[in-house]
């Protein structure tokens, strides 16, 4: 049995070959289209997912006056960043559809940008009912099919509150109850 080994000439031709056909099929402008969409997704995922990260010489025997202006910066700093990264996601969305060019790009690119509006709207609402019910503060962020929710509370949350935040949630959202994450910040 003889084993013939390609050579790394002939490896790098095969997959320039292959990179080619990739972008025959699919276009590059639909390739850059999906990697920009996918980059500021996960832009805005990490955002609410990662901690924020404190300088180790903080001091942390601060005072009350300070926890609470934290808590409140909290919930500006992350709806702040939370419309910052959906404006940057909407204008590579709109730059998409004012290019031209590929018909399918520009019409999955219009139907994201009225999918993020609607999310938005959604958003606000629940919040705004949130607020309503009684909650200091509260912050909403709809992904997909799952909706997170940061309430602003000193105690634990009673069940009969959770159980209202969820019923919120799934009028507002129309999203199950199952798959509504509420986290409780002091």
Known sequence: MRIIKANDNEKARIFAE???????KYGK?????????????????????????????????????ETVKQTEDFFAASALNRTKARDEAVEVLQSVVDVGGDEEAAKQALADITRISADIEKE?????????KGFEDCIAVISGDSLSIVVKSEDQLLPNEVAQIKEIAYKAADVLPDNVVITLKK
């Not at 990179?19 to 025959?24: A, M, Q, V």
């Not at 850059?32 to 924020?52: D, E, M, Q, S, W």
């Open 18 to 24: 292959k990179f080619k056909g990739f972008f025959k």
């Open 29 to 65: 402008r639909a390739a850059a289209i999906t990697a920009g969409v996918l980059i500021i997704g996960g832009a805005v995922a990490l955002n609410f997912i990662l901690p924020k990260v404190t300088p180790a010489n903080q001091n942390t025997t601060a005072d009350n006056k």
């Open 124 to 132: 606000a609402n629940i919040e705004t009912l949130i607020k309503a």
